[in-house]
């Protein structure tokens, strides 16, 4: 999965998912929503040990996670995820929850740097944007709810490792978090996408990013933004 110059999504391959939810309804809405897509669900699941053995089974190639799961319906989801992303790093892991729990978003991004994300369930009804947030996963990338970077990004802006950026860098970086492209941020901020190519380029300096993929830049970028 790879995306093209110009902010253009090239034709996504059908994802192999693994769909870990506690609440049958929403459970066989996604599996039925991912399925008409071309998408293969490979396992539905509603606890996070069968959640374990069906990644560890399929390897496939991203997992939807609701974080708070039986038996005690609290952290077992992020427990569950965390593990898996040391387990099988190829794997990628979508959050979801009903709330913006920003601890659990926090230490879910502690625990690997690429191809996680963390949507609100409200997401779903917009099934694009739903999809669009599980291809980044899937392809390496992050996917922040706009809510989740809000509240993480708080105390971020007070940060002396980001003191150095302009207030228009900072929102580059904002929507960085999550997920979009360069045309995406063009778009949101009523500029051209060069203009956002050189803010995203001042960001990468003045953050004293390593000159390397673009992409791999772009994850690092942000995950120094939500730790700050």
Known sequence: MREVRGGRRAKMRAMRVVIAEDAAVLRELLAQMLAERGH????????????????????????????????????????????IRAEHPGTGVLLFSQYVETKYATRLLAAGSAGVGYLLKDRVANIAEFTDALERVAAGGTALDPEVVTQLAGASHRAAELAPLTGRERDVLSLMAEGRSNAAIAQALFVSQGTVEKHVAAVFDKLGLPNSHDHNRRVLAVIRYLRS
């Open 40 to 83: 293969e669900v490979c396992a539905s699941v509603g606890d996070a040990d069968a959640l374990r053995a069906a990644v560890a089974a399929h390897r496939p190639d991203v997992t939807v996670v609701d974080i708070r799961m039986p038996p005690s319906h609290t952290d077992e989801g992020l427990r569950a995820a965390i593990d």
